[in-house]
């Protein structure tokens, strides 16, 4: 078994893609179109490594509610990265917003950012 994708409720597609793929530099990899306005709108991480996200246009009240607050303002995505000098400063370049410099844990480099939206992502070099 391997986790395919993962669900992120967000506003508006378009708005979604111009961060996820051009300042994140994630890949898209479907965008289609199935009616009423609804899409099918994939993004991968550079590479092909690990789940896709399901870029899921919010339609009700609820889920516009939940878009940015997915997992109750705890980090709840993490980025993985084999250089992480070089990434940070890429996606600094790109107007990535970073909540903090990075630090070093026992576990690797770390450094907080958000999307457009407040959800809060890890982006990390795993320790050695």
């Known amino acids: ?12 597609y378009d708005q979604a893609l111009a961060f996820y793929r051009d300042q994140l530099g994630f ?12 899409r099918w709108v994939v993004v991968v991480p550079p590479g092909g490594g690990g789940a896709g996200l399901l870029l899921a246009k919010a339609v009700t009240p609820e889920q516009a509610a939940r878009a940015g607050d997915q997992t109750g303002g ?19 370049a ?26 809060r992502w890890d982006l990390i070099e795993p320790a050695p």
């Open 94 to 119: 790109a107007g990535v917003p970073f909540e903090e410099a990075p630090r070093c844990e026992p576990y690797g480099t770390v450094a907080v950012f958000r999307d457009p939206y407040g959800n």
């Open 27 to 38: 890949a898209l990899a479907e965008d289609t179109d199935l009616g009423a306005g609804k």
């Open 74 to 92: 705890r980090v709840g995505f993490f980025l993985y990265v084999d250089d992480f000098a070089c990434e940070h400063a890429r996606l600094l």
């Open 1 to 12: 078994m391997r986790l395919g994708l993962i669900t992120l409720v967000v506003p508006d």
